[in-house]
Structures are given as structure tokens and as C-alpha cells.
């Protein structure tokens, strides 16, 4: 059995999506609400075990109830908003909770990868190479990812980086995101600003050495992180932190422009102030630095934003089709 967490969000219900194309549906979806009714990430997927309430799942998982049914634990369940203010929460929903499972599965000689974030990586001073001796330099900006990055110094000061996978994941874009709200990608957000106005609101630049729009971010599909995610999932021996991105930084113009070329429009865009709430803690570069990841075995081309964009678009935004549908 393979459990994800997170199930009904959005890298959880991919994971499954592409579980369930190699065929397999042993599988457990674990997430906040009481049941799966209604949840239309899940509505076209495949989990013969079911659904659980991440508290009652826990509660099982650590009294014993699915010892020597445990094949692997997708850990994709998190408070994944970067406003979040209340600390308490997040230390007990994303840091102790992770803890938890994470223990659980190494006692039952189970298969745990954690999701972990490139929000740890803070304004990038650092770079963005995953290299365990880095992480006491990685200074978070906000508190979720500081929740991240504590379970990431956990884990190592616990001697389990050779058992276990935190993935940080970059800018993660694609179908079954629509729930998200304000956290949903720039690609989404992008497609509704030209269905309703024709034009994209882009923040303009307060740094001289980036143009208005020229602010850059690792945008990785969705797709494409969960085959990374999967490939890890089924090499027990490969273990630690491992960057989740493409390793190309694309400036929002070229993002932005790869949606109106889906939709067959020419660009419009729109500059506006940056909020003053995100003073300070806007990320104007982040890149993947994925040596590590290629150097452990993974060869899967990279599919270039164009494709990968106009794939969302066409394939699932136009026709507003969850993955699996």
C-alpha cells in the first residue's frame, strides 16, 4: 500500500494520477476533510484503500494498524500558505505531523518522501544547491518555510538523510491547482486575467538589474515533478535533500507569453507596484540546481515552458478537465 498525504490537493492528486497510470491503485488518500465526497481532484482517480482524515490516519499509523501493509508514504500534506502568521499551527500541522509519519514508516521499513519546498532557500543568497552541508546557511523568509526547513534539520541531526527524500519543490504549476486560491500559479492566475480582460498584471521591478517582468523563477509542470517524485519513490537507495525544478530560470515574460501564445492572442501585459507587504521578501531569481538529482541516476528530458504551458492550457484550463478526467 502507498499512502499520499495530501491526496485531494494538488501535487498529492498528481502523484496519483500518474500512480495510477503505471497501473497502480494501492493506495491510501489521506487529507483535511472528513471524506472524499465531493473532492474533484479525486473524482477521476483510483485509491482502492480509500480515503482517511489526516488526524485519524496518524492516530492508526502510529498504534499499529498498518504494519505490514506499508509499502511507501507520499508526505504531501502541509499548510503550504507562505502568509500563515500562526506559528503554533504550523509547527504542530507541518512540523510535528511529519515527524510522526516519518518515524512511523522508518519503523515499519517503509518508503518516505517528504515534500519540503524552495521557499527554504529564502532570498537566495545561499544559491539553490541541495547539499546537506548547506542547510545551516538557508535563512526562510516566511514561517511556512521555516516549518520546511526545521523538519529538513531535523531529519539530518536524526541520522536519517540515508533513509528517507525531502523534495523541495520550485515553482509548481499545472492542473488540479484551481483550489488553491490565492496560491494558485502565475499560469492559472494569467489564464483568468485574459479570459476576463485580455491583459496579465505582472509586478513591476523596484531592482535596476531586472526589467519590469524580468523577475525569474524555476517553473517546473506539475507533470514533470511528480515523474521526478515518483523516481525517487522507487529507488529506496537514493536518499537526502533533492531540488524539485528544471534547472532553467524563465522570466515572467516569456511565462506569461507562452499562455497568450496557447491561446493563439498576442501579449498584453500590465506592470503594477510591487505590495508593500512583499517588500523584502519577493524572490527575484530562483534556479534549481539539479546536479545532484541528474548525478543520482535521473535522465528524463526537461519539457520546455512552451510545451508545458500550452499543455495546461489546452489540455486542461480551456476545457477545465482535472487530471485523469
Known amino acids: 500500500m502507498i499512502v499520499v498525504t495530501g491526496a485531494a490537493g494538488f501535487i498529492g492528486s498528481a502523484l496519483i494520477w500518474l500512480l495510477n497510470q503505471r497501473g497502480e491503485t494501492d493506495i491510501l488518500a489521506v487529507d483535511v476533510h472528513a471524506s472524499a465526497a465531493g473532492e474533484a481532484n479525486l473524482a477521476p482517480l483510483r485509491f482502492a484503500r480509500g480515503y482517511q482524515n489526516h488526524h485519524a490516519f496518524r492516530d492508526d499509523l502510529l498504534a499499529g494498524r498498518y504494519a505490514g501493509q506499508l509499502r511507501a508514504i507520499l508526505h504531501m500534506g502541509a499548510c503550504s500558505s507562505t502568509t500563515e502568521t500562526d506559528w503554533d499551527y504550523l509547527e504542530r500541522n507541518n512540523l510535528q505531523y511529519s515527524r510522526d509519519l516519518c518515524l512511523a514508516a522508518r519503523r515499519q521499513n517503509a518508503r ?5 519546498s524552495a521557499a527554504t532557500y529564502g532570498d537566495g543568497a545561499q544559491g539553490y ?3 546537506h552541508d548547506l542547510l545551516d546557511r538557508l535563512q526562510p523568509l516566511n514561517l511556512y518555510a ?3 526547513h526545521l523538519f529538513d534539520l531535523w531529519a539530518r ?4 538523510f540515508d533513509e528517507i527524500c525531502c523534495l523541495k519543490y520550485f515553482n509548481v504549476y499545472g492542473p488540479n491547482e484551481w483550489h488553491k486560491g490565492d496560491m494558485r500559479s502565475m499560469v ?3 489564464f483568468e ?6 491583459r496579465v498584471r505582472l509586478f513591476r521591478s523596484d531592482r535596476p538589474e531586472y526589467a519590469d517582468g524580468g523577475q525569474m523563477r524555476d517553473f517546473i509542470y506539475v507533470k514533470e515533478a511528480a515523474a521526478m517524485t515518483l523516481w525517487l519513490l522507487d529507488r529506496p537507495a537514493v536518499n ?3 531540488n524539485i525544478g528544471t534547472g532553467r ?3 515572467w515574460n516569456t511565462l506569461i507569453g507562452a499562455i497568450f501564445a496557447a491561446l493563439g492572442r498576442e501579449p498584453q501585459i500590465e506592470y503594477i507596484p510591487l505590495p508593500d507587504h512583499l517588500a523584502g521578501k519577493y524572490q527575484y531569481f530562483t534556479e534549481a540546481d539539479m546536479t545532484k538529482l541528474r548525478g543520482a541516476g535521473y535522465q528524463q528530458p526537461d519539457v520546455p515552458v512552451a510545451d508545458a504551458v500550452r499543455d495546461y492550457v489546452v489540455g486542461h484550463l480551456v476545457p477545465n478537465r482535472h487530471l485523469g478526467a
Open 157 to 160: 541531526d536524526e541520522g536519517l
Open 146 to 148: 521555516k516549518s520546511k
Open 193 to 198: 486575467q485574459v479570459r476576463a480582460s485580455g
Open 112 to 116: 518516505f518522501v517528504q515534500a519540503s
Open 188 to 190: 492559472l492566475k494569467g
Open 129 to 131: 544547491r541541495d547539499d
Open 240 to 242: 537526502g535533500v533533492f
Open 249 to 251: 530560470a524563465c522570466d
